[in-house]
């Protein structure tokens, strides 16, 4: 993950291309381990129900994409006192991505977005955006968004919980900070940001490899930009004080294409974007894509890990060794 920015913080300009979905982490503790049978039974349950938040039916999408539920048993690392066992709950708002209840997130799934939205062209094809008032009712429905998103995983515990459990933490990971600023599957470590809650963020990564969870730092730091050789660019560019407060911590491993290289050019014809690759085996030879998400792909392992300690983003508090996970 990372994130994209485009000012500062403050001119009314907002790139719809972006989606943003208000993906996020509740990290959970429980003093006892669930049981996996019960929690099945419980899921049915709440899936043959019509559960409401503030008038907005609830999307079970804990299914899907790599959105689920997990448990995991806990292995303290700092002088934090966290609970024996841990629940992550994984998933976004799909309910705010058309217009149904305001004017919606996704440029392709909302027609009233898609007529505010102004058009133009770029290197990157074509961006649809929104300026002034019509960028700061988005911004305000994106918050709306990320709100909901938060409660939403917070009503799925109380219902698969209800016997107890502790919030650990509740941090989005794929949301718009403000104008100018996209958190793309990046936690955000700004303690400033109102959206922000507590300085404590999870990083999970394969079903089968320990999640971790880090207290957040202010990054990136000038000794870690020095160490990557992007200090004295940064400077050149006038850029050290956006890097300095980029405030990033990776949310998850990630996915890594096996057989691809590198992406050579994007091809656009009837609305559709092409991507030509290379192959990892002979880079001559091309592999020409228009569906990103049907790719072959697998998750990274522990070096996000390695790499997250290397580049000072965050101090490790806890390792979390799965036990079980659920996509139901």
């Known amino acids: ?59 079970w999408d804990y299914d899907i994409s790599n959105h689920f539920i997990n448990c995991l048993e806990t292995k303290n690392l700092s002088d934090i006192d966290l609970p024996p066992y841990i629940f992550l709950i994984h998933g976004s708002a799909p309910e705010f991505r058309d217009e149904k209840y305001g004017i919606g997130l996704y440029i392709d799934k909302s027609q009233t977005l898609k007529e505010l939205a102004i058009e133009e062209n770029s290197k990157l094809g074509k961006q649809y955006i929104l300026v002034d008032s019509d960028a700061k009712e988005y911004l ?15 009503v799925i515990a109380d219902n698969l919980f209800d016997y107890g459990y502790k919030i650990i933490c509740n941090q ?28 404590i963020f999870p990083t999970t990564l394969r079903a089968d490899i320990s999640a971790y969870l ?9 000794t870690t930009l020095k160490n990557v050789n992007l200090l004295e660019r940064a400077g050149d560019l006038e850029l050290l004080e956006l890097l300095t407060n980029a405030c990033i911590l990776p949310h998850g ?12 050019d994007v091809l656009e014809y009837k609305n559709q974007r092409y991507y030509v690759t290379s192959l990892k085996t ?13 790719l072959q792909f697998e998750y990274r392992g522990r070096d996000i890990i390695l790499k ?7 101090e490790i508090i806890a390792r979390l060794n799965p036990l079980f996970s659920l996509k139901l």
């Open 214 to 222: 880090f207290r957040g730092k202010r990054n990136l730091s000038e």
């Open 172 to 199: 989005s990971h794929q949301f718009l900070k403000d104008y100018n600023n996209m958190y793309l599957g990046s936690n955000c470590t700004d303690l400033n940001c109102d959206l922000i809650k507590s300085n």
């Open 140 to 154: 305000n429905f994106n918050k709306k968004a990320i709100e909901f998103s938060n409660i939403k995983r917070q």
């Open 1 to 59: 993950g990372g994130r994209l920015n485009w000012g500062d913080g403050n001119d009314k300009l907002i790139f719809l291309n972006i989606k943003p979905n208000c993906c996020g982490i509740l990290v959970g503790g429980l003093e006892e381990l669930p049981d996996p049978y019960n929690l099945i039974k419980k899921i049915d349950t709440i899936k043959s129900k019509e559960l409401y938040h503030d008038g907005v039916l609830i999307n």
């Open 282 to 294: 002979n880079i001559s030879r091309l592999k020409i894509i228009r569906n990103v998400s049907d």
């Open 308 to 314: 997250t300690i290397q580049l000072d983003l965050g």
């Open 253 to 264: 491993g990630g996915y890594s294409f096996p057989d691809m290289k590198d992406v050579l």
